[in-house]
Structure formats: structure tokens, C-alpha cells
Nanobody, 120 residues
Framework: QVQLVESGGGLVQAGGSLRLSCAAS????????MSWHRQAPGKQRELVAE???????NYADSVKGRFTITRDNAKNTVHLQMSSLEPEDTAVYYC??????????????WGQGIQVTVSS
């Protein structure tokens, strides 16, 4: 059983900063890609940022230059530092990881999601 648990969400004013964290636990053999997705009301879930084992990163155009994704392989964690937040960033943010679990093939795992609200 593999679980992803997010933390660090909340309410912040426009222009402020917030740091999301996600920790993976369970019968994990290896974690390949870790990423953050978000879903705003009435919109599809979209990829925000991803980081591959080894440090390569990729960002959505809408957040490039404002968000930074990092990971700690020893702790099976990923972070998303969000700066210069805008009301348009308001959404539920989901942690995702491509994991090879014990007694299982490679598959995607998802956290329950955490609310980020940016007020104007």
C-alpha cells in the first residue's frame, strides 16, 4: 500500500508565497517522476510541474518563473515553492508520483489533494 500525503496549503493574498510538500510512504521500491497537478472549479486537471529522478524539471507556461519544484529522494518527498501567487492559481493541488511498489508494476499514485486559495 502506497500513500501520498500533501501539506502546506491554505489561504494567501495575491503576491504572497506558499510552499506545498508531499511525502510518499509504503512499500516503495523506486520513485521515478514526482509532480504536482491542480484543478480549479470548472476546469480540467492540469500539470503544474514535474521533476524526474536526477533533477530534470518541467513547468507549465502559466507558472514558469514563479514556481519551483524540488525533491528529496532520501525522504521520498517533493516540494512546490509558489511565489507571486495570483487569484488564478486558486485550485486543489494534487501530488502525483510514478512508483514501482513492492509486488506491483509501475503505476501512478495520487494524493487526496490540498486547497490553495489566493485572494485579491
Amino acid at each position: 500500500q502506497v500513500q501520498l500525503v500533501e501539506s502546506g496549503g491554505g489561504l494567501v493574498q495575491a503576491g504572497g508565497s506558499l510552499r506545498l510538500s508531499c511525502a510518499a510512504s509504503g512499500s516503495i521500491l523506486r520513485i521515478n517522476t514526482m509532480s504536482w497537478h491542480r484543478q480549479a472549479p470548472g476546469k480540467q486537471r492540469e500539470l503544474v510541474a514535474e521533476i524526474i529522478s536526477g533533477g530534470y524539471t518541467n513547468y507549465a507556461d502559466s507558472v514558469k518563473g514563479r514556481f519551483t519544484i524540488t525533491r528529496d529522494n532520501a525522504k521520498n518527498t517533493v516540494h512546490l515553492q509558489m511565489s507571486s501567487l495570483e487569484p488564478e492559481d486558486t485550485a486543489v493541488y494534487y501530488c502525483n508520483a510514478l512508483i514501482i511498489a513492492d509486488k506491483s508494476a509501475t503505476r501512478d499514485y495520487w494524493g487526496q489533494g490540498i486547497q490553495v486559495t489566493v485572494s485579491s
